[in-house]
């Protein structure tokens, strides 16, 4: 998905980049579109704590996000800016190697495991409670 096209200081990418809950989020989102829910579910913080840190990430062009129905889904989307997209693919990348961010990966896999009636287990989103 692509951003914004408005242009993105390398200051502003790097002040985004520069926070664990931020990065712990881009984590999560790496290949994939994910719910808030499961934000607050796997970071254990508040949603309104987390919703800052994504308006953060959106504004610093490198987020986006989709309303379906009362949730908001958020992905990362290809900033305008090569070389911000750059910089974001190497940290990407490098957040694969962190033991916290790998235990995060396996919390959300798990957040979103269901069993189908035939007993095989898919990934798709929990049915959320209202």
């Given at each position: 998905m692509k951003c914004s096209s408005k242009p993105v200081s390398l200051a502003g990418i790097f002040a985004a980049l520069a926070d664990t809950t931020r990065l712990r989020l881009l984590n999560l989102m790496a290949g994939r579109e994910v719910c808030v829910c499961h934000f607050v579910e796997i970071l254990g913080?508040?949603?309104?704590?987390?919703?800052?840190?994504l308006a953060?990430?959106?504004?610093?062009?490198?987020v986006s996000a989709r309303r379906e129905g009362k949730w908001?889904?958020?992905?990362?989307?290809?900033?305008?800016?090569?070389a911000v997209g750059s910089i974001l693919s190497a940290v990407l990348a490098e957040l694969g190697n962190d033991r916290q961010m790998r235990a995060d990966s396996g919390k959300l896999i798990r957040a979103c495991l269901t069993a189908t009636p035939s007993g095989t287990i898919s990934i798709t989103r929990k049915a959320e409670s209202a």
């Open positions: 913080q508040s949603q309104p704590k987390i919703s800052r840190h953060y990430l959106r504004q610093a062009g490198i908001m889904h958020y992905s990362i989307c290809a900033p305008a800016d090569a």
